[in-house]
């Protein structure tokens, strides 16, 4: 299973569309809702993750999901427009960054196959 995480609606569409016809997976648009998916048991095989999010963002939701044993082991992909340097963020899990601006529907699908067959 999958997890999408973006606030803009349409970028949450696409994003889910190049992951492939067949995979399991959920959108939401707030770390919140991430969190309470979590609660009822539903643990993802890999998190693609905006970091700009209304409400809590997407560091509030990395510091969180590593907070438990549960779900610090879960591979994140950020998918974002900010300049990030990998290095830091790989503490939380992150496999990978993506620009918004540049990433392509086959490299959102290689992160699917590799970590969420």
């Given at each position: 299973?999958?997890?999408?995480?973006?606030?803009?609606?349409?970028?949450r569409?696409c994003?889910a569309?190049?992951?492939g016809?067949?995979?399991?997976?959920?959108e939401?648009?707030?770390?919140i809702?991430?969190?309470?998916a979590?609660?009822?048991?539903?643990?993802p095989?890999?998190?693609?993750l905006?970091?700009?999010?209304?409400g809590p963002?997407?560091?509030?939701?990395?510091?969180e999901?590593?907070?438990?044993?549960?779900?610090?082991?879960?591979?994140?992909?950020?998918?974002?427009s900010l300049?990030?340097?990998?290095?830091d963020?790989?503490?939380?899990g992150?496999?990978?960054i993506l620009?918004?601006?540049?990433?392509?529907?086959?490299?959102?699908?290689?992160?699917?196959?590799?970590?969420?067959p």
């Amino acid at each position: 299973m999958i997890f999408v995480v973006d606030d803009d609606k349409i970028m949450r569409k696409c994003i889910a569309r190049a992951c492939g016809k067949g995979t399991e997976l959920l959108e939401f648009g707030d770390a919140i809702s991430v969190m309470d998916a979590i609660a009822t048991g539903k643990i993802p095989n890999l998190i693609l993750l905006d970091i700009l999010l209304d409400g809590p963002d997407g560091f509030t939701l990395l510091n969180e999901l590593v907070s438990y044993p549960d779900t610090a082991q879960i591979p994140i992909v950020i998918v974002t427009s900010l300049d990030l340097p990998i290095q830091d963020l790989s503490i939380y899990g992150v496999v990978g960054i993506l620009k918004k601006d540049t990433m392509t529907p086959q490299e959102i699908h290689s992160y699917v196959q590799q970590y969420a067959p």
